[in-house]
């Protein structure tokens, strides 16, 4: 059992499928209860978000010692943060779940956190969007596991 945690865990891992790779694999393949691949496959993926989010901002602290780096990249990233900054006010932490949340390929917690740092998002905003989006990813990705294309059903009434 242990063996398929750590494997379910490396899946989520993986920028190019998350839990959305980790969660069909652990109840398909290994046929593992439902709930234990969801509960491990959200904590693996929160997990995930905050040490990218951690290290893309000690990532950028180390490159932006360089001057030329540093002026670029105030030049780009901190006028466009200012000129957004309303809009970040409104809908950052919401939109940033939202975008983690949606089961699709090039969305979830490395792009969000890259996102939300080049927002301007701090740590306590990025970790609530976190949450909220791997939490949404999940329950989407296990409803279709479970229910397949009748999934769909639980949301839309059939006509």
């Known amino acids: 059992m242990l063996r398929e945690i750590l494997v379910l865990i490396g899946i989520t891992f993986l920028p190019i499928f ?16 439902w709930l234990t691949v969801f509960i491990i496959c959200v904590l693996a993926n929160i997990l995930l978000g905050l040490i990218v ?5 000690k990532f950028v602290h180390v490159v932006t010692k ?3 780096i540093k002026k670029v990249y105030h030049r780009i990233i901190e ?19 939202i975008f983690i ?3 699709l390929p090039g969305s ?7 996102g939300s ?9 990025f970790f609530i969007a976190c949450i909220l989006g791997v939490i949404i990813a999940a ?15 639980f949301f839309i009434k059939p006509v």
Request: glycine share 12%.
């Open 18 to 33: 998350e839990l959305r790779g980790s969660i069909p694999y652990g109840i398909l393949k290994y046929n593992m209860p």
């Open 53 to 57: 989010f951690f290290l893309l901002d």
């Open 66 to 68: 360089v001057k030329w």
């Open 79 to 97: 006028n466009t943060q200012k000129k957004i900054h309303p809009y970040v006010e409104k809908w950052g932490v919401l939109g940033v779940a």
């Open 101 to 103: 949340g949606i089961p």
């Open 108 to 114: 979830g917690v490395y792009t969000g956190a890259l």
């Open 117 to 125: 740092y080049l927002l301007g998002l701090d740590y306590k905003e």
């Open 139 to 153: 329950i989407a990705v296990t409803l279709i596991v479970l229910f397949g294309s009748g999934a769909w059903n």
